[in-house]
């Protein structure tokens, strides 16, 4: 996937060419602020958009990066939607703390379950996890007491966003607020995958058996980006609580857990934009098409998803590559992919 | 440098392993042979405790390692390649050395730093790739590179952990013969602090790079001797010649 350059002779060129920030990735960031000028009427949608980006982006981290699976990501989700709902409903409304809390929270519970998928791989891990999300979700549906059941968690008040900003009707300060929650976890999650860290996770999807013959143990990478993951996770779930003023035991449901897998796969696993497009893409094309029937909206989805794997199977993310990156596409596409201008003298 | 007492392993009634008892002196050339299900890989499994052994001893440096994993292993400097291409398909060979190097010096738990800040570790990595003649395609994807040069590269991942004692399960295994000699050269080429092991089918290079040859035969070691030993003894032409092989 690397596009030739000129000093190919130089690794330190080569790899801080990988990592610098391209235009293209500018242009993706900037365009996210188009919404408040272009279609201000979905602004709500746009918040949910990026907090389900910022999920498939902890998906990505253990799925993409590291190769482990899971079907049930939403009880991390969940856990932070709960935790936020509640901190809230007892009185403690500030966002941002609630944010940071509701993240330890749902660290604390994959760090906990870290040591038990650390064992497992495959199937194993697809049961497991299936098995632990749904425990969770009938946990949390029958201690109604705590969680409110099948009715949802009633009475979660937010005070406004740093003292100023009201989370309002329209959602601009929900749109504003998860957009910036998912660019510094995004910020994050870059970091680590082009740390040495990130490297050790490829090597553990790539090959775990020669991750041993090189003398690295998996089992404690695995367990730090599994409970990083969780905490994003948990973040994700707490920002849906917090700019909708509810829980619902949806955001723990198994439906979940599967529509961010299909999110992810669609845009592109192991790629980091690849969760952010595939939440865009899905999110509006279920907007759009259970507008026109509400009833059978799934089964466009099913067919844009089967489209996608039978012809893109990297991804839709991972088709554009091959496209951008083959010599024709370099032409008309390279100064988008090229890195933007920040020469560092060593 | 590493010694081997009594090493025992059988599967269900079927020993591979019997009474193995060996002793490789630091920077020695050792050729490991013998006919097909002779118990040469099952050997190296052991030694690098991919599998357990059901008895017997193995000694690193003076240290008792039998009861410690593959990692650790490879951490005091036991490390080996395998016959089967194992490799990070998807890495570029300059990250999977540099992956490699990064977890012999334990700063692969970090993850707020950019790989590319530590220069030492990648010059390390370029500069080992360079010496198996590399360094030319150490960009592009492990995938999308030659079966020679991927099997260069096996070594490369071995070479960057620092080992004391190299264990190389058939280096040449699957590569034409003309280039299989290239291979043996660079192997040749290795510090010669490094003791090494290897297990070949081709007669002519393993005598003409092994100072020392060690048979097996059905699980057990039959002799051990210089080459010239190995050449002249009737036990060795009876396996290879008499047996079932030829």
């Known amino acids: ?346 | 440098m590493l010694t081997t007492r009594g090493l025992d392993k059988s599967f269900g009634s079927l020993v591979v392993a019997r009474d193995i008892a060996i002793s490789l002196p630091q920077g020695v050339r050792y050729a490991l042979i013998g006919p097909n299900g002779a118990g040469k890989t099952t050997l190296i499994n052991l030694m690098t405790g991919m599998l357990r052994a059901d008895g017997g001893q193995i000694v690193l440096g003076g240290e008792d390692i039998t009861a410690l994993g593959p990692e650790e292993r490879v951490r005091r400097g036991l490390v080996r390649t395998f016959q089967i291409n194992s490799l990070f398909p998807h890495l570029t060979p300059l990250e999977a050395v540099t992956l490699a190097i990064c977890e012999r010096e334990r700063i692969a738990r970090t993850w707020w730093k950019n790989t590319a800040d530590y220069r030492a570790a990648v010059d390390e990595a370029y500069g080992v790739l360079k010496s198996l003649s590399l360094g030319a395609v150490c960009y592009r994807q492990t995938h999308e590179l030659a079966y020679g040069q991927q099997r260069l590269l096996e070594i490369a991942l071995a070479l960057a952990t620092k080992p004391k004692v190299l264990l190389l399960d058939e280096p040449a295994a699957g590569v034409p013969r003309e280039e299989s000699s290239e291979l043996f050269t660079a192997i040749n080429n290795l510090s010669q602090d490094i003791t090494i092991l290897f297990i070949e089918h081709d007669m002519e290079l393993v005598f003409r790079l092994a100072s020392r040859i060690i048979v097996m035969v059905g699980g057990s070691i039959l002799l051990e001797g210089t080459p010239d030993e190995i050449a002249a003894d009737p036990r060795v032409r009876e396996v290879y010649l008499g047996g079932a092989h030829g």
């Open chain 1, 1 to 346: 996937m690397a596009a030739a350059s000129p000093a190919l002779a130089d690794p330190h060129h080569y790899l801080a060419t990988q990592i610098r920030w391209r235009r293209i990735e500018v242009v993706f960031w900037l365009s996210t602020l188009l919404p408040f000028v272009l279609t201000p009427d979905y602004l709500v949608l746009g918040s949910q958009i990026a907090v389900t980006a910022l999920f498939a982006l902890s998906l990505d981290l253990i799925l993409g990066y590291a190769g482990i699976i899971s079907l049930g990501h939403a009880a991390f989700f969940g856990f932070g939607a709960y935790t936020a709902g509640l901190i809230a409903k007892w009185g403690w409304g500030e966002p941002i703390t609630g944010l940071a809390i509701a993240g330890a929270a749902a660290g604390l519970l994959g760090y906990l379950m870290s040591f038990v998928i650390s064992r497992f791989r495959h199937l194993a891990l697809i049961m497991i996890t299936l098995g632990f999300g749904l425990l969770l979700l009938e946990a949390a549906n029958s201690a109604s007491w705590l969680t409110g059941g099948a009715d949802g968690l009633q009475g979660v008040r937010m005070w406004p966003l740093l003292g100023a900003f009201k989370f309002d009707l329209w959602g601009v300060t929900a749109y504003w607020y998860a957009l910036i929650v998912l660019f510094l976890l995004f910020l994050v999650a870059r970091r680590i995958t082009n740390s040495p860290f990130g490297l050790s996770l490829r090597g553990i999807r790539e090959n775990a058996v020669r991750m041993r013959a090189i003398g690295a143990e998996s089992r404690p990478h695995i367990r730090k980006i599994y409970t990083i993951s969780a905490v994003m996770a948990g973040v994700a779930g707490a920002v849906l609580t917090q700019t909708t003023e509810t829980v619902s035991l949806g955001v723990l449901d198994f439906q979940r857990s599967a529509d961010i897998l299909v999110i992810l796969i669609l845009g592109g696993a192991g790629r980091l934009y690849g969760g952010l497009v595939g939440a865009i893409i899905y999110l509006i094309a279920r907007d759009q098409f259970s507008g026109i029937n509400p009833q059978y909206w799934y089964f466009p989805i099913g067919v844009l998803l089967i489209i996608v794997v039978l012809f893109l199977p990297n991804g839709i993310l991972g088709g554009l590559a091959q496209l951008i990156y083959s010599e024709r596409g370099q032409r008309w596409f390279g100064w988008l992919t090229a890195p933007l201008r920040r020469e560092r003298k060593s």
